[in-house]
């Protein structure tokens, strides 16, 4: 893995101040033939320290595939570092984070995707989104995993899944989810599409008493989305 951060950033921004006054006690030495003005290296410095506030803090690269992805800085409405700060939270979830562990099929990433449906509320956003990313990358024998965990925190929170869904406003993550849950979710399931979209339903709804009538429709959409993924899958 590899990480722009805040630290980068600041040692770039040293260097920089560094060549700047470099730059102008060279203008003034009569050593020096070829002199680099104030001007130009003030224009330097706005350059590199523009360059420096576009780069994306953290970045995890795909030890697989060199696919980059950028990782939050926030989860759940909190500083990643108060997750990876935190010693109850799972230290595969945090390796996964810092780029020291990848998913694949394996029993690490079974018990690192089990955690999403953990009840404890302040740790759970951070086990989602490992979840979440686990998803976006899953490809071939991977992509057996993610489906069973996802559903199981989609039944157990189905208010907490809508709102999250329905943050990303592209329709990607609904899309990903409804998938992978089609793909790979539904071992426990009669894979009848009537039955499938039924049971989804009755269960989300029962865990979801508070749910307002648009909360419901969004469920019975979902419920039927993974359906109609299946029967192309089939």
Known sequence: MVYITSELKTESMKFLLILLVTCIACKNSTQINHKISADSAATLLQKVLSDSNNLSTNIWIDRLNVQKYSLPDSIGGKPVSFYLNNPNIDPIAKALYRGQFRPTDNDSTTALLTNVTTSDNTLRPFYRWCLDFTISISDGALAEYPGKPALKYALAFPK????????????????????????????????NKFEVEKEIVSKM??????????????????????????????
């Open 160 to 191: 907490e899944f809508l709102n999250y869904i329905n943050k990303d406003i592209s329709g990607r993550r609904f899309a990903r989810w409804t998938s992978i849950i089609a793909y790979s979710g539904l071992e426990d399931y009669n894979r």
């Open 205 to 234: 709804i029962s865990k979801c008493p508070s749910c307002e009538e648009e909360e419901k429709e969004q469920i019975k959409k979902f419920a039927k989305e993974i359906c109609a993924v299946l029967k192309l899958q089939n």
